[in-house]
C-alpha cells in the first residue's frame, strides 16, 4: 500500500519517503522508485518501515519493535539492508531521494486513459461483450471456432504470414492492455520479447504491481484475457448482425481473429508456462516464491540442492511449501507433454515449412510473390526456431544452478 497522506498534512519527508509499504498476507511487501527489486519482511519489518514513515526516530522504532517482537529488533541492520537493496537512498542522497520519488510514478494523461479502458464502465462494457460471445458461441454453431479457421487462404505460405502479422498484432493489443490496466492503478510497466519452453511470447513486466494492494493487481492481471474475451464479442456480434452475408475474405478473416483470440485465452491456463492464470493462481494463494520454491523442492529431492536452496526452504513457510508441490504437480506433467509435442509434432511440421519456403524460394526467384513469401516464411521459422532453441539451451545449463532471488521471485510478467 503506498503511503497516502491525510488531508491537512506536509507531505511525509526524507529518506523513508520513497518507500512502498504493501500489506501482503501476514507480512509486507517494501518496494521504492528507485528500484525495481521489491522485498518481503514480516510484518515488524512493514511496521518500522511505517513508523518511520510517520516521524518516529531509528531509536524510538527499535524500541517499539522490541515492545512488538517481545525480544531485541536490530532496526539499524534492517535499514542498512535496505540500503544495500538499492530500495533506500543513503543519508547523504536522502533529499534527491525525496525529490525523485515526487516526480516519479505515471503521468495523470496515462492514469486517464487507463482508466477510461479498465475503470468501471470499461471494465463493464468489456464484461458485457464477453458474456455475449459466450452466448452467441453457445446458441449460434456457426460462430464457433474450429481448427479450419486458422486457415485462411488456400496459399500456405499466404496463410502462414497472414497468421503470423495478426498474431503479432493481437499479441501486442494483448500486452497493451495489461499496461493500460496498470496504468489505471497508478504503476508502470514495459513490453518486451520473451519465451515460454517453446513458445516466443511478448511479455509484459508488472512487477511494481507489488507496490498496490493485492486487490488492485486482479484487473492488471485479467486485463489481457478480457481483451481477447471482449474483442471475440465485437466479432461475433458484427459476424451476426452488420457482416452478415459479407464476402468470403472478410468472413475468412474475421473467424481467423475469432480463432487467434480464443487460442489466447486458452494458452493463458498453460499455468506451468507462467502466463496469465500462473499470475492470478499466485495472487490467489498469497505466495511470493513459488517459482523458486518448486526449484528448490526438487533439487532437494534429487539431492542436488544448494545452500540457498535450503534457506529458501527454511524461511518460505510450510505453506508456500505446500502449494509449491501442488504446482509440481502441474508442472512436471506440462514439461513432459510439451516436450513429446515439440518432438511428435513441432519438428516434423517445422521440417515441411522449411522445405515448403525453400522449395518456393528456388523455384520462383526471390523477386516474385511466391518466392517472396517462401523466403519470409523461412527467415521466420529459422529466426524463431533458433530463438527457441538457443533458449531451451540456456535453460538446461543453468537448470541445476538457479539461484532464488532476494526480492519476491514470482514477477508479474505474463503473455
Known amino acids: 500500500m ?46 518500522v518501515v511505517l513508523w518511520l514513515q510517520e516521524g518516529t526516530g531509528v531509536q524510538e522504532c527499535t524500541r517499539r519493535a522490541g515492545e512488538f517482537a517481545g525480544e531485541p529488533v ?45 475503470g468501471p464502465a470499461g471494465l463493464t462494457v468489456q464484461a458485457l461483450l464477453a458474456v455475449a460471445a459466450v452466448v452467441a458461441m453457445m446458441s449460434v454453431p456457426r460462430v464457433r471456432p474450429t481448427s479450419t479457421d486458422a486457415i485462411a487462404t488456400t496459399l500456405p505460405l499466404a496463410s502462414l504470414i497472414i497468421i503470423s502479422v495478426l498474431g503479432i498484432g493481437l499479441g501486442l493489443a494483448h500486452e497493451f492492455s495489461h499496461v493500460l490496466a496498470a496504468w489505471a492503478a497508478g504503476v508502470s510497466s514495459r513490453i518486451s520479447i520473451g519465451r515460454r519452453m517453446i513458445v516466443i511470447v511478448y511479455q509484459t513486466d508488472l512487477t511494481r504491481l507489488w507496490s498496490v494492494p493485492r486487490r488492485a ?38 473467424r481467423l481473429i475469432v480463432f487467434l483470440n480464443v487460442t489466447a ?85 517445422l ?22 513469401a517462401g523466403g519470409i516464411a523461412f527467415l521466420v521459422t529459422a529466426a524463431s526456431t533458433g530463438y527457441v532453441l538457443w533458449g531451451l539451451a540456456r535453460t538446461l545449463g543453468r537448470a541445476c544452478g538457479q539461484r532464488p532471488g532476494r526480492r519476491p521471485s514470482d514477477q508479474h510478467s505474463h503473455r
Open 265 to 349: 485465452i486458452a494458452f493463458q491456463f498453460l499455468i506451468f508456462m507462467r502466463t496469465d492464470v500462473y499470475a492470478l493462481f499466485l495472487l490467489a494463494t498469497g505466495c511470493k516464491h513459488l517459482w523458486n520454491t518448486k526449484g528448490a523442492i526438487t533439487r532437494k529431492a534429487i539431492r542436488r540442492a544448494t545452500t540457498e536452496d535450503l534457506t529458501l526452504l527454511e524461511s518460505v513457510g510450510s505453506r508456500e511449501i505446500l502449494w509449491a508441490k501442488i504446482f509440481l504437480g502441474l508442472y512436471v506433467p506440462g514439461v513432459l507433454s510439451t516436450g513429446w509435442y515439440f518432438v511428435v509434432y513441432a519438428l516434423p511440421a
Open 351 to 372: 521440417r515441411k515449412l522449411t522445405a515448403t519456403s525453400l522449395l518456393a524460394l528456388l523455384s520462383g526467384g526471390p523477386f516474385t510473390a511466391t518466392g517472396a
Open 74 to 118: 536490530d532496526v539499524v541492520g534492517f535499514l542498512d539492508g535496505l540500503t544495500q537493496a538499492g530500495l533506500l537512498a543513503a543519508d547523504d542522497e536522502a533529499e534527491a531521494g525525496a525529490c525523485q520519488t515526487a516526480q516519479a510514478g505515471v503521468a495523470a494523461w496515462k492514469r486517464t486513459l487507463g482508466r477510461i479502458v479498465f
Open 2 to 47: 503506498t503511503m497516502v497522506q491525510k488531508a491537512g498534512q506536509a507531505p511525509v519527508a526524507g529518506r523513508y519517503a520513497s518507500l512502498a509499504v504493501v500489506r501482503d498476507g501476514d507480512g509486507y511487501v517494501l518496494g521504492s522508485q528507485r528500484s525495481a527489486d521489491f522485498v518481503a519482511v514480516p510484518e515488524i519489518g512493514g511496521q
Open 217 to 254: 493487481r486482479i484487473v492488471p492481471l485479467l486485463a489481457g484475457m478480457l481483451f481477447n474475451a471482449a474483442t471475440i464479442g465485437i466479432l461475433v456480434i458484427l459476424e451476426l448482425t452488420v457482416l452478415r452475408g459479407a464476402s468470403s475474405l472478410v468472413a475468412h478473416l474475421i
